[in-house]
């Protein structure tokens, strides 16, 4: 069974730090993976995804991922972040060929922001 | 051009009353999935529809949840005499095709609706 792991359920971290998200996931096979935000009073934004190619994805907002199949691992990462980035980030996988209803989620890692 | 929008935001319940939630896709999209986040744990699959028909419900419990996507009208998410356990944020999606990975950037989401049962 498919399985996402999000093992910081909250972060803090100053603004203009860098930022990393982990996410670890367990998959039978060659895995599709996702980013997903949810700022306050909205809905899931695709941040980016991943299925080959390049290991380092980059994506909107500043954002980047890297996957590490020795790992098992798809980490979020940003240089420098922004007060608007407080949010809740969810990391997701699931098959290639399969549809939005085989998505397995993690269970978010709530940023905050400080001054 | 509104994204999906799901009402109420917020709603609570006693236990044994109904609860029900609404969402409305993005304009043009037939293709609909619930998901159900309980604390601590990520969005679950809980079922998938098109107009006026269940695709996919097997993420569904048993009893109680019914879900329906009339041929007029927003997508309903029924719970009947919910109980504590039901207590969870729920979350549409919205697509115009059949969700598969490579239409993944267009499911868009709504901002859920938090269900809190006393």
């Known amino acids: 069974a498919q399985s996402v792991t999000q093992p910081d359920i909250h972060i803090t971290v100053s603004e203009g730090a860098s930022l990393e998200l982990r996410c670890n996931y367990s998959?039978?096979?060659?895995?599709?993976l996702f980013w997903y935000v949810q700022s306050p009073g909205q809905g899931l934004q695709l941040l980016l995804k991943?299925?080959?190619?390049?290991?380092l994805v980059q994506g909107i907002k500043g954002f980047e991922a890297e996957f590490k199949r020795s790992q098992s691992s798809f980490n979020l990462r940003k240089p420098s972040v922004h007060w608007s980035d407080a949010a809740e980030y969810f990391c997701a996988v699931g098959p290639f060929s399969g549809s939005a209803r085989q998505l397995t989620f993690g269970s978010g890692t709530q940023l905050t922001v400080l001054p | 051009n509104a994204g999906v929008m799901q009402n109420p935001r917020h709603l609570v319940r006693r236990r044994g009353q109904e609860a029900r939630l609404r969402c409305s896709p993005v304009k043009g999209h037939s293709h609909v999935y619930w998901y159900r986040q309980l604390p601590e744990e990520g969005l679950k699959f809980m079922v998938y529809?098109?107009?006026?028909?269940?695709?996919?419900e097997s993420g569904m419990p048993k009893e109680r949840f019914s879900a329906e996507f009339p041929k007029e009208g927003p997508s309903i998410l029924r719970i009947q005499q919910v109980v504590r356990g039901d207590s969870a944020a729920y979350f549409c999606a919205s697509s115009p095709r059949q969700g598969n990975y490579s239409g993944a950037n267009v499911l868009t989401f709504g901002a859920g609706s938090r269900l809190t049962v006393l």
């Open positions: 998959y039978g096979a060659t895995p599709y």
């Open positions: 529809l098109q107009k006026e028909n269940i695709i996919d």
């Open positions: 991943y299925f080959s190619g390049d290991t």
